[in-house]
């Protein structure tokens, strides 16, 4: 079955540490997103990356990278500079972009403080 | 949902009745609409979507209805189920940018 899957399911995050998501997918889709969900919010995105060996950011970019070296995979790094961590991360894939709807999403990367 | 929200507006549906979920977007330029589901612990998954030159699409049991004169979105579930429970949100696409909305959490009792 084709899909998204993301890992891991929880994770958790020490002081001054930065921590990867893993994003792959098998669809075959050309972009990919990483969205971050809140409570009470909308998703809100934090990169996305329309072909291999390119990204852009989103709204929220700060604290966060990510690489693109194989069209399956998109991870995401939280890094020490995001102050906020504590969310559930979605990735997220479509065919050729945001033109190109809907998006498929993953089950999510749930992450927290120690 | 863990992972969508403590303070959702909720819909709560007897088995078997009709359930209506709305949603209020925000820009008028917006060109498309999708409605997603997301249970418990789970990433959102499509039901349908609508082109913002048509006010109503038909799915499988659901049909979306679109009013553009009063930026309104509205998701329509027939004979609602047990399986149906879950946070269900909108989302416009906003020159080539997707929003999307906080959600209504539905649940259904037998």
């Known amino acids: 079955d084709g899909g998204i899957t993301q890992s891991p399911k929880y994770l958790f995050r020490k002081e001054g540490q930065n921590v990867t998501l893993s994003c792959e997918q098998n669809?075959?889709?050309?972009?990919m997103y990483w969205y971050r969900q809140d409570p009470g919010q909308g998703l809100r995105l934090i990169y996305y990356s329309q072909i291999v060996n390119d990204f852009q950011k989103g709204d929220i970019a700060e604290g966060y990278s990510v690489s693109r070296e194989k069209k399956e995979s998109f991870p995401l790094t939280v890094t020490s500079a995001q102050k906020n961590p504590t969310a559930f991360y979605l990735c997220?894939?479509?065919?050729?972009?945001?033109?190109?709807?809907?998006?498929?999403f993953g089950d999510g990367t749930r992450l927290s403080i120690l | 949902g863990e992972s969508v929200g403590l303070h959702l507006p909720t819909l709560s549906v007897q088995e078997g009745d009709n359930s209506i979920i709305n949603c209020a977007y925000s820009n008028s330029a917006s060109d498309y609409f999708i409605w997603y589901k997301q249970e418990s612990g789970k990433g959102p998954q499509f039901i349908i979507d609508?082109?913002?030159?048509?006010d109503k699409r038909q799915g499988q049991r659901v049909t979306v209805l679109l009013n553009k004169t009063v930026k309104h979105l509205s998701l329509q579930i027939a004979a609602t189920q047990p399986g149906d429970s879950a946070v269900y949100f909108c989302?416009?696409?906003?020159?080539?940018?997707?929003?999307f909305g906080t959600g209504t959490r539905l649940q259904v009792f037998p």
């Open positions: 989302a416009e696409r906003s020159a080539d940018k997707l929003i």
């Open positions: 609508i082109r913002s030159n048509m």
């Open positions: 997220a894939s479509s065919i050729e972009g945001i033109r190109r709807q809907p998006q498929h």
């Open positions: 669809l075959n889709h050309d972009a």
